[in-house]
């Protein structure tokens, strides 16, 4: 295996929870049907277990694109993690909206009137679970007794604790996703015998343990900077943590913004994963060799991340056919669309597409990256319902599968992509610091406006970066509503745009998008305030057949 693809590769099969997952079932990584005797017969076996781990959340199965999933019983496409948690993330927001998809309810989502019954919600839920008992079902097997039973103490005795350190931090980000999409939620670790059925924890409890074990890792994990590619180091902890803290007061109803603050700046200022020195470059094909700014990467190539899921689905989702000369595909789809409430969160002047401008090299801000020859910026038909016509809204070119220098990695553009998917960056440790700045904690104003202007002067290929026109703002101009929209020129579609609208009470009430609240009628697209039961997703109902335990959240049942 090559070791900088970590996340590419693995062999197991393993005894899962059968609880809340009692309908779901792992398959052998491959035809051979491997049993744990043999999975767990030497140091190379235990690694490629861990590499199941981090995979999960970005491989659909065992076999790819499809043929061999690993969550039974629903579409495999739909359960890659990655495209699971965008529909739920930015799909309910004022970014994205799916033309397609009504079937297994992408219009209950963009509509904001779901239920416990809607499809599209259940995949993130088995997903998250997925992921959390592969790791439980590794920490089981690298104890120091199972080490010492195998004969492989002393092989492992230097790795081991990393292992562990790693599997328990990716568990940790599973449960935090899992508090911030459903809240009380069952609970599993390792400690609990298989079969048992889960109790449901409150969503302060499911919160408590994401810290405690985020905390655990960032104090066993290699050094910042130290890891394999594809693996957590400290940083990645930190990050988590910050990520945590600053969302402690919805989760949990606790003012932990100090922390937040604190643990963004350590990953600013250990200097490991500096920004990268142009924006666009990190969403392309060569990101991994030219971006130091992922602190967490999930790789993806041509040949070992087959799948419609990860950046392959986003790419196909946000682009067309007639967009494959600046794409690098072969083959788009183009289902999603942008709403005009993240348009124009831009200059007007950087929103068009200009073909003999295709990376947008003369715009302002060069985060702006639409393409709009024969779209309306409307995603709707005056006096007509809502038309699954993919015309009706910008696409968004922000992820291509080309290099830096805009060529593809074949001619005619592949079929899948090798964009690595950037999970944690630093540039939203810089904007996570900002914001903990202005709602309490110990940093001054000039900090946080240095740390918002920095991003922007890198949008901008301004200062230091650059001789662009400058984007940097006044004091005046730095408020929470500020960094809001700048989080989402910076950050839109990387799975963060519900949790900051809900963070910064703006995501059922007092700010409005197309489509949200309607029913789809004609002339019904202006935006109205929604319950605010859908802070949170229900449970699947499905859940309830199995797990006599679960209470239903608010006004779902």
């Known amino acids: 295996m090559n070791t900088k693809y970590i996340i590419l590769a693995g062999a197991c099969s393993l005894a899962l929870f059968t609880g809340c997952l009692k309908d779901l079932d792992t398959l052998p990584l491959n035809e051979h049907v491997l049993t744990s005797d043999k999975v767990y017969a030497s140091a190379d076996a235990y690694k ?47 970014e994205i909206l799916f033309h397609s998809g009504s079937s297994v309810g992408t219009r209950d989502l963009m509509f904001m009137n779901w239920h416990a019954g809607t499809s599209v919600i259940k995949n993130s839920y088995y997903r998250l679970y997925m992921s959390i008992n592969y ?15 195998r004969g492989l103490y002393e092989a492992m005795r230097g790795e081991a604790p990393y292992y562990r350190a790693e599997v328990r931090f990716i568990r940790a980000y599973c449960y ?39 905390e655990a890792a960032a104090a066993s994990l290699k050094a910042a900077g130290d890891n394999e590619y594809g693996r957590v180091d400290q940083a990645a902890a930190w990050f988590l943590l910050s990520r945590i803290y600053l969302n402690a007061q919805v989760w949990a109803g606790k003012n932990e913004y100090e922390n937040a603050y604190q643990y963004a700046k350590k990953v600013i200022d250990c200097g490991k994963y500096p920004l990268a020195a142009d924006y666009r470059h990190l969403f392309l094909a060569d990101n991994r060799t030219t971006c130091k ?26 682009t067309d056919g007639n967009m494959k000369p ?53 995603t709707w038909v005056a006096t007509k319902p809502f038309q699954g016509d993919f015309k009706n809204g910008y696409a968004t070119i922000k992820w291509r599968n080309v290099t830096n220098d805009g060529q593809p990695l074949a001619a005619g553009g592949t079929t899948y992509t090798a964009i690595d998917y950037p999970m944690f960056r630093t540039a939203d440790a810089y904007l996570m610091a900002a914001e903990a700045i202005l709602r309490g904690a110990s940093g001054s104003r000039a900090d946080a406006l240095n740390y918002v202007n920095e991003i922007r002067d890198r949008a901008y290929l301004s200062g230091s970066y650059g001789i662009g026109i400058s984007g940097r703002i006044s004091d005046s101009e730095l408020t929470l509503d500020f960094i809001l929209d700048e989080r989402a020129r910076e950050l839109h579609t990387e799975l963060v745009r519900r949790t900051d609208l809900i963070r910064f009470g703006k995501f059922t009430k007092g700010y409005n998008w197309d489509w949200k609240g309607s029913d ?36 779902y049942k």
Not at 354 to 376: E, M
Not at 540 to 553: A, G, H, R, S
């Open 48 to 94: 490629g277990v861990l590499a199941k781990c981090y995979g999960s959340l970005v491989l659909s199965g065992q076999k790819g694109p499809s043929g061999d999933a690993d969550v039974a019983g629903i579409d495999e496409g739909y359960s890659c993690y990655l495209r699971a948690v965008l529909y739920l993330q930015e799909s309910t927001t004022d």
């Open 135 to 149: 790791c439980n079902e590794l920490l089981r097997e690298i104890s120091d007794e199972k080490l010492q039973e």
């Open 176 to 214: 935090s996703m899992l508090c911030d999409l459903f809240g009380a939620v069952p609970f599993v670790d390792e400690t609990m015998m298989l079969g048992t059925i889960p109790r449901q924890k409150s969503r302060e409890e499911i919160y408590n343990y994401a810290v405690a074990e985020a």
């Open 293 to 318: 700014e992922m602190v967490w990467v999930l790789p993806q190539d041509l040949e070992n991340t087959k799948s419609y899921g990860g950046t392959n689905f986003i790419i196909k989702a946000m």
């Open 326 to 378: 600046y794409t690098g595909m072969s083959e788009s789809w183009g289902n999603a669309r942008l709403k005009t409430q993240l348009v124009d969160k831009f200059e007007l002047s950087d929103q068009t597409f200009d073909p003999s401008d295709p990376l947008g090299d003369n715009k302002k801000d060069k985060r702006a990256q639409f393409y709009t020859t024969d779209h309306t910026k409307d």
């Open 520 to 555: 789809g009628a004609a002339d019904n697209y202006i935006g109205k305030d929604v319950d605010d039961k859908y802070k949170l997703f229900p449970i699947p109902q499905e859940e309830f057949t199995v797990n006599p335990y679960l209470t239903q959240n608010a006004d």
